[in-house]
Each structure stands twice: as structure tokens, then as C-alpha cells.
């Protein structure tokens, strides 16, 4: 069974630092999504990560992906408040067809 | 160009109603999922459909039923909703290049 793990779940931080959130999965895949959602709103596209080695920036987020290793990352660097959202990895895994499964999401507070 | 359309936003129902939540896109995608969200657990898929005309059961399926009428619209039922079913249900439809995924706005669903 696909697992897909992410950490931390919950993440405070002050503005201007940097830090990572780790997204591990269980079986081989080699796309990965990363998303990103506002309370009480829906889900929005972050990076799409296609292939091992796969590295996508924008503004102060970086994600990258390692398939040998079954591990995505996503960076922050300088955090603003504007950051504060729940960030959800994604992994499609063939079985049958292409299945799209997300982890828990990692709730980061980005503190003034 | 409105994308993914959820009706209706928000429901209450009385444990043993039934009701179909709808969902439509406009984007000529093939690959449809429904998914619920509930607090510490992420999304976990439904229902998904990998074209029209076919279905096939997520993580978890127990208590719903889909119907893939068209290629634009991917209906969820609850034939009998359980208070368990209290949750926010968000439809998907899948890019079938980069499989990014589009999301409704998402429906709040409260079962007394």
C-alpha cells in the first residue's frame, strides 16, 4: 500500500528564516506535486516534478525531487507571512491506471 | 473559463439522507478523482476515473457510488450518509500531459 509521509505536520516559523519540508513516499514513482491551500480554500498547483533529479524555484519556494531515494523536498528561504498555508505533497503511482495520492500536508505558520 | 465547478459548497444532511454532489469541468480532461478532506489526514481519495466511462475505488470507497456521465461531469452519491461522511469533498480533474491536478472549490458536508 502507497504511503506518503510528510514532515513536519506542522511548522512555525519567523520571518526571514529558512527550512525545509520533507515529503517521503513508499513506492516507485517518478512524478511528484507538490500543493498548496489557504484556510478554507481549495488547492492550487506549486511545482510539477517529472523526473529524478527534477529541481523547481519559485520566489522562495524550491522543490526537488530524488526517486532513488522516494524523497521531495520543498525549501523556504527568507520566510514572509504571506508563506502561511498548508502545503501537500502529491504522488502518482501507476496501479492499473495513474492513481494520484497526496500526504497529510504540513501546516506552516509564518510568524512577523 | 471556469475550470473545475463543485455544487453545491455547502450541505447538511440528517444521517440516512442520501445526496449527490456534483462536479464539472471544462477542460477536456480525461482523468477525474474525487477526494475528502478531514483535519491531521490529508486528502484520501474516493473515487476515481481514469476516462469516461470507467470508475475505479480509492483508498476509501465505502458508502459512495460514482457515475462518470461525460467526459465533463463526475458525480459522487452518498445512498445513505453517516455522520463518519461529515467532511469537505473536493473533485479533481487531472492535466494529461504534466497530470497537474485542478480542484473545485470544494463542497462542506456535515452529517447530523
Known amino acids: 500500500e502507497l504511503k506518503v509521509e510528510q514532515n513536519p505536520l506542522f511548522l512555525s516559523m519567523q520571518e526571514g528564516k529558512n527550512y525545509t519540508i520533507y515529503c517521503n513516499y513508499s513506492t516507485t514513482s517518478d512524478r511528484l506535486y507538490w500543493y498548496r491551500q489557504d484556510p478554507g480554500k481549495s488547492l492550487e498547483s506549486l511545482f510539477v516534478l517529472l523526473s529524478n533529479g527534477a529541481v523547481k524555484q519559485e520566489g522562495r519556494l524550491m522543490a526537488s525531487l530524488d526517486t532513488k531515494a522516494r524523497l521531495s523536498t520543498l525549501h523556504i528561504t527568507a520566510a514572509v507571512h504571506d508563506l502561511s498555508a498548508t502545503y501537500f505533497c502529491?504522488?502518482?503511482?501507476?496501479?492499473?491506471?495513474?492513481?494520484?495520492?497526496f500526504g497529510t500536508g504540513t501546516r506552516l505558520k509564518v510568524l512577523a | 473559463n471556469a475550470g473545475v465547478t463543485q455544487t453545491p459548497k455547502f450541505q447538511v444532511l440528517k444521517t440516512g439522507q442520501s445526496m449527490t454532489l456534483q462536479c464539472a469541468q471544462d477542460?477536456?480532461?480525461?482523468?477525474m478523482y474525487w477526494y475528502r478532506q478531514d483535519p491531521g489526514m490529508g486528502l484520501r481519495l474516493i473515487y476515481y476515473s481514469a476516462s469516461e466511462g470507467t470508475t475505479d475505488k480509492g483508498e476509501v470507497p465505502n458508502g459512495y457510488n460514482v457515475s462518470r456521465l461525460n467526459k465533463r461531469e463526475f458525480s459522487l452519491r452518498l445512498e445513505s450518509a453517516a455522520p463518519s461522511q461529515t467532511s469537505v469533498y473536493f473533485c479533481?480533474?487531472?492535466?494529461?500531459?504534466?497530470?497537474?491536478?485542478?480542484f473545485g472549490q470544494g463542497t462542506r458536508l456535515t452529517v447530523v
Open positions: 477542460m477536456n480532461h480525461n482523468s
Open positions: 502529491a504522488v502518482e503511482i501507476l496501479s492499473g491506471t495513474y492513481k494520484y495520492i
Open positions: 479533481a480533474s487531472i492535466h494529461p500531459g504534466q497530470q497537474e491536478a485542478f
